[in-house]
């Protein structure tokens, strides 16, 4: 066994410590943000499956009305729910929440909305502060880390609604829809 002194293996904990926790920082910001481009991914796709969903449904019920009078229910739930559904795809997409607070996280200096808020200069003054200072470097993180899984959280719940109104309408409209066509056309 090589006798390794105490000062050198205190020396070197800290250290794997520090890489640790910047690699779970690391970690986790890049996760976020990855988790909040699939959201952007599948509100899109909502959108665009219930726009072509809309389109067809305005098209048929005029076409169908003549022929088929009650088809107009199958028709106003699809509508509906797409309309629905359409907005709180919008919602999950815009860039700013109404009801999120994010006053805390924009006054960290790494927030995309310092920024703009700052001259060149002063930005450049306060994220050297900011680079200099572990603590002040590892609360700006944490918070833009906050940040993120706060809009996360509010993205997810909002296409939760979203796939849930859409889901459901999608059913209610074939079933009456069919019921229409088995009960209401004899």
């Not at 020396?11 to 890489?19: F, G, L, N, S, V």
Request: hydrophobic share 45%; glycine share 2%.
């Amino acid at each position: 066994m090589t006798n390794i002194p105490q000062r050198l293996i205190e020396k070197e904990k800290p250290a794997k410590e520090k890489i640790r926790t910047d690699a779970l920082l690391r970690e986790t910001s890049t996760n976020y943000i990855r988790l909040i481009g699939d959201a952007d991914r599948k509100a899109r796709i909502m959108l665009v499956v219930n726009s072509i969903f809309l389109t067809i449904s305005v098209a048929a019920l005029t076409k169908t009305i003549n022929v088929m009078p009650n088809v107009w229910i199958s028709a106003a739930i699809l509508m509906l729910s797409n309309v629905l559904t359409l907005f709180f795809s919008v919602q999950s997409v815009k860039p700013e929440f109404r009801n999120h607070k994010s006053s805390e996280s924009e006054n960290s200096i790494i927030h995309y909305k310092k920024c703009s808020k700052l001259t060149l200069e002063q930005y450049k003054a306060e994220l050297k502060e900011v680079m200099q200072d572990d603590i002040l470097k590892m609360d700006a993180v944490i918070k833009d880390i906050y940040f993120y899984g706060n809009m996360l959280a509010q993205k997810y719940r909002l296409l939760k609604a979203a796939y849930h109104i859409f889901s459901w309408g999608i059913l209610l409209a074939v079933t009456s829809y069919l019921a229409i066509i088995l009960f209401a056309n004899k």
